[in-house]
């Protein structure tokens, strides 16, 4: 509400927080599990695009526990795809993909 141009007292006093409280907040480095889901994030995407888009949450899972040995939950790998707007294809859209031959071959 403060950023969006509102004084901090309005907005403070509005949420029920104080103005101390509110400026400590703002201040505070990000927490160890953001950073940590921030990591993860960029991890996902990229075992994402290099299935082409067909990986769901159960294979970037699995990849991250035996390829890069990073011990997450299933949860988290399917929360943070969801935050990040990522989706697998399902079974059947999976195997019609194909990658196009180009029209000049070496």
Known sequence: MAHEGLPVRVAT??????ESGYFTWRSRPPSARSVR????????SAIHAASH??????RIHEEL???YGIAVSHGTVQLLMRRAGIQGLPAGKRHSIRPTPSRFPA
Do not use: K, P, Q
Not at 13 to 18: C, D, E, I, K, Y
Not at 53 to 58: K, L, N
């Open 13 to 18: 006093s509005a949420l029920g927080v104080t």
């Open 37 to 44: 889901h921030s990591r993860l994030t960029e991890v996902i």
């Open 53 to 58: 888009g067909t990986y769901g949450y159960r």
């Open 65 to 67: 526990t035996s390829r």
